[in-house]
């Protein structure tokens, strides 16, 4: 039936690559992996004790809680995300701007689905989050990209870049941005570009995504305003998500942004699903209700800085310093590596050779690049296991120089 | 702003229209409103400390439950189900020809991501799921319909409908059947046009999305065997879910096809939500583990039986009989009723006013139709509530006649 089937299979579906990332699990499962490769957090300080506390609600709301939820989310859980929020969303939540979605990948094929036609621009980050990049393109969306310094996204670029694209009769439907500890990069973007971003939505007409899965976990200096809590004309569509700052397998995520729009991805979640796990929505409430999230955000900060730390010594101690460059991340998952010398897809196979894995750079890229490049995870391995992940690493780039 | 957003918003999202259903909660949860609107189970016998037992999987686990889930879904409930559906699929699935999914609205969702490009056609029974069709409405599928009777899908229709689309050069991409207890007609096809429907999809190479949310729920009579398990080409999607063999709140479904197919729909899952609930997974395998799916089965047959008698009773004791037709369903949750001097929207006013909510037949037509028809559930409202129910109707319809 073989033949069939590839006679079947849409545009998008011939077009598809599957997720680099998900696609190394098998590699990276191998006896004696160390992985530095998926974005996960260590399941070693999941609250597990306090999360099935919060199984109380089953018990005392199950006739509820197991019966088909609003779309738009479970109420209780919006109630207490419009309140918990405020202080980094600049005021509470109004319930119609405030829409609960099954991790917040949905976040992104709502909006897209709301507002991205075929053969639409959508500005990115070069690199940029693959996961959304992937949804994105499965829309029929094109790419224009933005460069990235140490500062974040380089958007004095931007007004060039989108009047071509005016003048050239495409239309520009918004710019996504990952603000805080940027994946890949680890960087973040300054306040001073910040304020530059939301001039040139203004002035384009062009809203933006700000997609902030790491944003809580900061390590060092202090929390900058998000995007959303400085626009004053409703021109940001704000994203979050329970995966890092509790626990992923949760699948749940939330978005804020103007009534209008977030009724219309409403709509389309209808279609999608229905309602994103009331189970879940109802675990996560009760569990958020008893205090626990609050308590434990302190616990993954210094159980990741001590993790960043870790991998910052291990680098020093174990990489070829002069081949190397990277910038300490302030927060988030990741680190990247930059070796000019070394062609990373080499550097992977001979990383994997010696059991531990990388994502190389040109993952996230939608365009050419990250060829010399890759991507390391702090959060998931141990500090002990991060050191001796380096010395092998640096022992496979010393292989190639 | 909203001139911003009514700029900016999709093709797709300028032509969808909510679901009639999920706007009318808010007059269903009128006080003293009996509703047999929206398709719910009956929270009455949802199994709270079955569930709530299997919570222990969370405590006992949590590390592992708590994590990223590979995409597929989780292991131990796939090899659960590949056992336990192997009655009605005819043999035991394997690991790469099932694919969990977040209930089973998402397999349409997939399976359209995988199969229909923008213009292909669809060939759906008239009335059809609306959940359904309104997502295939905005892959921007186009739909050929197929009327039903007392035996469900008039299968003798297709063969030259299909020919005058593929003389035409159009593309039909699958051909979409609720097989058992349909929704909202409540029929079920007959084992002879199940296998006319197949060799309908041998001839002319077009696949099958057997959608199967009732089957389980059967009152009277043998099960019939499925599409799928009848299907000797391959040719066959199968679509289930938990929704209504165990609670919606759960938001799980399953889908059973062709490696190949569900190799690429779990890519396209990668980028709409990466794995469904983890934690719902484990505690609904956890459930079905200790046995629980099984015994709650014969519970749920039974509850509703009685409801489905209930209705049955009180339709006759209130209804105008001269002018309203039904067919008894065998399974389900769903009366179909036609009133051939009545109209329906006229109808749905007068019920709401008597604090009694229907579903207007036309809501699941793609074309024109059930202006004369209404749609009833009977699982939700008690057998109280069923009588009084009907007897309002009852009043309401002698008012327009």
């Known amino acids: 039936m073989s033949q069939l089937w590839d006679s079947l299979f849409s545009e998008a579906a011939g077009a598809i690559k599957p997720s680099p990332i998900r696609e190394m699990l098998h590699l990276i499962r191998q006896p004696g992996m160390i992985s530095f490769a998926g974005g996960m957090p260590d399941p070693a300080i999941f ?28 109420g209780p859980l919006k109630d207490f995300l419009s309140a918990w929020t405020a202080p980094r969303m600049g005021r509470r939540l109004k319930e119609e701007e405030l829409l609960i979605t099954s991790g917040s990948t949905q976040v992104v094929d709502l909006l897209n ?7 639409d621009v959508i500005i990115v980050e070069e690199p940029s989050f693959m996961g959304s990049t992937l949804n994105m393109h499965n829309h029929g969306a094109d790419f224009e990209t933005i460069s990235c310094d140490a500062e974040g996204m380089e958007v004095h670029l931007l007004p060039e870049k989108i009047e071509a694209l005016q003048k050239a009769g495409r239309k520009v439907k918004y710019i996504y941005c990952i603000t805080n500890f940027h994946n890949p990069l680890g960087c973040t973007l300054t306040v001073e570009r910040r304020k530059a971003l939301l001039d040139v939505a203004y002035r384009y007409g062009i809203p933006i995504l700000e997609d902030d899965p790491y944003g809580y976990v900061r390590f060092d200096g202090d929390h900058l305003p998000t995007l959303f809590s400085l626009d004053e004309k409703g021109m940001v569509i704000y994203a979050c998500s329970f995966s890092k700052i509790l626990a992923p397998g949760t699948r749940l995520g ?18 999608v699903d229905v309602c994103s796990c009331v189970v879940s929505q109802a675990l996560v409430y009760e569990y958020c209700r008893q205090g626990h999230l609050e308590a434990f955000l302190p616990k993954i900060i ?9 991998m910052e010594e291990a680098f020093k ?21 930059e070796t000019p010398k070394i062609d990373v897809d080499e550097l992977f196979r001979k990383a994997i050779d010696q059991k531990v894995a990388i994502v190389p750079g040109h993952t996230f890229f939608v365009g050419q690049g990250g060829h010399h490049n890759c991507r390391l995870c702090y959060t998931f391995a141990s500090p002990e296991e991060i050191d001796e992940g380096a010395r092998r690493l640096g022992s496979a780039m010393r292989e190639l120089l």
Not at 113 to 119: C, E, L, S
Not at 256 to 263: T, Y
């Open 302 to 310: 210094a159980h990741y800085t001590k993790k960043r730390d870790a």
């Open 113 to 119: 689905w709301a507002i991205v036609d075929k053969g």
């Open 254 to 271: 939330w978005c804020a942004g103007p009534a209008e729009l977030i009724r219309k991805m409403a709509i389309f979640k209808q279609g």
């Open 317 to 337: 101690r174990h990489l070829p310093l002069d081949e190397v460059h990277w910038v300490k991340p302030e927060g988030g998952f990741f680190y990247w590596l």
């Open 47 to 74: 609250p597990v004790s306090e999360f099935y506390e919060a199984t109380a609600i089953l018990r005392d709301s199950g006739r509820d809680v197991l019966q088909y939820g609003t779309t738009e989310g479970y």
